[in-house]
């Protein structure tokens, strides 16, 4: 598992184009500087890897567009130490831009075969979630909630009850809604029943499909 500095000189420009496509947290910036990208690919794209662009992983899934990751990372508003859920593990990308940014990290798979590569891939690279789990995240995860801020990686139908009912109070949940184009849509926990919604543009995922696989 090379990181060489070509591979360094690409990141800085990637970085150097999230900045022009307006994100401005630098810690998010800083996360996407350090992390190998390229390793979360399958080799045939390590080439792409600092492009600013989606791309095939396994069973039919993707490792998202660096500029969504940044994007739903800076809506998240994470600081050190927050509880964060993921739902939507994948490659495993993501889930390293947060533990950069140094939270406690819950991270749900609903396809085995994804799950099984990427928890014994990211451990490799010295990123250690607090727990891994192969489930369904429609249904969160209740026994560690709740959480300052619960991440959903995938195109959200609808938005699942369980995953408002387990944020802290000023927590947020950042998920993309909606069917073949999603609205990136953050509800920011305000008391126990009531939920500030605001909607920053549109974006594509692959689905977040119910149950596991
Ligand atoms: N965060 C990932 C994005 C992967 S794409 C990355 O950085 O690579 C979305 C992922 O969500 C896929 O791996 C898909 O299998 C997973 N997924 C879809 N529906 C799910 C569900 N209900 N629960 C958990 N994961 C789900």
């Known amino acids: 598992m090379k990181d060489t500095f070509t591979h360094q000189g690409m990141r800085k ?6 900045k022009k496509k307006g994100i401005v947290n630098n810690n998010v910036l ?10 979360f ?3 045939s794209f390590v080439d792409h890897a600092y492009t600013d662009k989606a791309f095939p992983i396994a069973a039919d899934q993707t490792i998202s567009q660096p500029y969504t990751v940044a994007r739903q990372t800076e809506l998240l508003e994470v600081e050190k130490g927050d509880k964060v859920l ?5 490659s495993g990308y993501q889930s390293a831009v947060l533990l950069e940014l140094g939270v406690t990290l819950f991270t749900i798979e609903r396809q085995n075969e994804l799950f099984k590569k990427t928890k014994l891939f990211l451990p490799k690279l010295g990123y250690k979630p607090k727990r891994m789990i192969f489930g369904d995240g429609y249904i969160g995860l209740e026994e ?9 990686t995938a195109g959200a139908p609808f938005v699942p009850n369980p995953l408002l009912a387990q944020l802290k109070i000023g927590g947020k949940l950042v998920i993309p809604v909606g069917d073949n184009v999603q609205i990136m849509t953050v509800f920011t926990r305000k008391s126990e029943a009531e939920f500030v ?17």
């Open 197 to 213: 919604k605001e909607e920053h543009g549109e974006f594509r995922f692959v689905p977040l499909l119910e149950d596991k696989n």
């Open 13 to 18: 420009r990637l970085v150097e184009t999230l």
């Open 86 to 90: 993921e739902i939507g593990t994948g």
């Open 144 to 152: 560690e909630a709740p959480y300052d801020g619960i991440i959903v």
């Open 41 to 43: 690919m399958d080799s």
């Open 30 to 39: 800083q996360a996407i500087s350090k992390i190998p990208r390229h390793l």
